[in-house]
């Protein structure tokens, strides 16, 4: 199994999310493994290089998935890995 790139700390979900995933009958587990292993989703390029250099400098990281259902979630890790939050973009 791949070896996590940072820590996680408290996982948080905003109501918004949670109704989404609820929605489209699916769990936010496996967009966190795909966030926490470098797998940014449906960020553009200049994102996905912010967040290779986020994991080395310990800044924010942003990830962006569609959901089965065609709903954008984001996954924003905090600088100081202290928490990792799932919401919907209009949420942020």
Same mark, same amino acid.
């Given at each position: 199994? &791949?070896?996590?790139?940072?820590?996680?700390?408290?996982?948080?979900?905003?109501?918004?999310?949670?109704?989404?995933?609820?929605?489209?009958?699916?769990?936010?587990?496996?967009?966190?493994?795909?966030? %926490?292993?470098?797998?940014?989703?449906?960020?553009? &390029?200049?994102?996905?290089?912010?967040?290779?250099?986020? %994991? $080395?400098?310990?800044?924010?990281?942003?990830?962006?998935?569609?959901?089965?259902?065609? %709903? $954008?979630?984001?996954?924003?890790?905090?600088?100081?890995?202290? &928490?990792?939050? %799932?919401?919907?973009?209009?949420?942020?």
């Amino acid at each position: 199994m &791949a070896q996590s790139l940072f820590r996680l700390g408290r996982l948080l979900a905003t109501p918004g999310a949670l109704d989404a995933l609820k929605t489209s009958n699916e769990t936010a587990i496996p967009y966190l493994q795909r966030h %926490v292993l470098g797998d940014w989703g449906e960020v553009d &390029a200049e994102d996905q290089a912010a967040n290779n250099c986020s %994991v $080395k400098d310990g800044t924010r990281i942003l990830s962006a998935y569609l959901l089965k259902s065609g %709903v $954008k979630i984001w996954i924003i890790t905090e600088a100081d890995r202290s &928490a990792t939050t %799932v919401l919907l973009p209009d949420e942020y």
